[in-house]
């Protein structure tokens, strides 16, 4: 038999566990975990047969990601737009950390963390820096910009699908 104050301590039990579910819920969505990010919403995969196209309108401070499919070999572009308004783009793997599987970048703040060995890696300096635990740039050389897109060939990403060899696959 059950007596009156185990019933009452069980009923404040889960109510304080029910409470306590629901501002942890409030705290997960407050800090943005769990949203969608930038990389998910709307951005479509591009098969070996085509051409990479990035909308200018839809690069802004916030990085984006462009997922990639080359004959069976996942890549991933970023673009963001540099606080001096000039749009930038590079693999979303590192130079140096590319072939461990776990060099590639996600946003902080205002900069790009590489998930290998931690760099942090302003976003001003997407495509400027060359060498080094950076993103790898894509310059201007290898894309055709207009004002209202960035056009990536699909022959460019052919020939840069083996530093992705070991993207992600590695931990």
Request: glycine letters at 8%.
């Amino acid at each position: 038999m059950i007596d009156r104050n185990t019933k009452k301590t069980s009923k404040w039990f889960i109510l304080r566990t029910g409470v306590l579910i629901l501002l942890t819920v409030s705290l997960v969505s407050a800090c943005g975990f769990g949203k969608k990010t930038q990389e998910a919403e709307g951005k479509q995969a591009v098969s070996s047969e085509e051409d990479l196209v990035l909308s200018v309108n839809d690069i802004s401070n916030t990085v984006s990601f462009y997922p990639v499919d080359v004959d069976g070999t996942q890549m991933e572009v970023l673009a963001v737009k540099a606080p001096d308004g000039t749009i930038r783009t590079a693999f979303n793997t590192c130079q140096v950390c590319y072939d461990s599987g776990r060099g590639y970048y996600k946003q902080e703040g205002d900069v790009l963390v590489c998930q290998n060995c931690g760099n942090r890696f302003a976003m001003d300096r997407v495509e400027v820096e060359a060498g080094g635990c950076n993103p790898w740039p894509i310059f201007d050389k290898s894309k055709t910009v207009t004002e209202e897109s960035i056009t990536i060939s699909s022959e460019f990403l052919k020939e840069s699908k083996q530093i992705f060899e070991n993207w992600k696959t590695s931990y």
